[in-house]
């Protein structure tokens, strides 16, 4: 019922983009370290997912809207949206996902 | 889709818990703002939660388990499992749930 999150071991998912996971019943939270540079290609799924940049800048395109993330600003990216960003500087984020990413459980 | 923090109005949920939320299709994210001291009474809900403190130090128990929450610990707290706690400091936290608090829109 308690997870720290520096005892996750962190999984590099694509260039750039180390990732330490919790999930849960109903969610997943993913702790990002991004690389400056590094892209995310666009793509979609169907879990809903929420964003965040906890340090740094990062360029997100969600559907049609481009915006660059900062702390205090939070992407709602719906069901099968299209999105995908680059990372302006080295930068943490924060997604979470509902329903789980089975994907991502490793 | 995007949604700056700064410009959601707070609501005090009870004394000592200001809170903004954003109602997402399948999550709720809550942002409060706690003051020193202040009890949240033990309750539960079907709306399986993640907890995390942001800044400041929280007292938090979940079923028999009780954990000072700092920034670095998250806790998962499943469905309808009674929680409650105190803010130990000032503190500012981030809840997530799923699915949505429909108790919580206003």
């Known amino acids: ?3 720290e999150i520096d005892q996750i071991a962190p999984v590099e998912i694509i260039n750039g983009y180390k990732a330490k996971f919790i999930h849960a019943a109903t969610m997943t939270m993913a702790f990002w370290e991004v690389t400056a540079g590094a892209a995310m290609p666009v793509h979609h799924h169907e ?3 929420i964003s965040q940049v ?3 800048k990062f360029e997100l ?3 049609n ?3 660059v993330l900062e702390p ?3 992407a709602i990216i719906p069901s099968n ?3 995908g960003g680059v990372a302006i500087t080295d ?3 924060l997604d979470i996902f509902s329903p789980v990413r089975g994907d991502y459980k490793v």
């Open 61 to 63: 395109t969600v559907g």
């Open 81 to 83: 949206v299209a999105h």
């Open 54 to 56: 906890l340090e740094g």
């Open 91 to 93: 930068c943490k984020l």
């Open 1 to 3: 019922m308690f997870q």
């Open 72 to 74: 205090g600003l939070v």
């Open 65 to 67: 809207e481009r915006k």
């Open 47 to 49: 879990n809903e997912q």
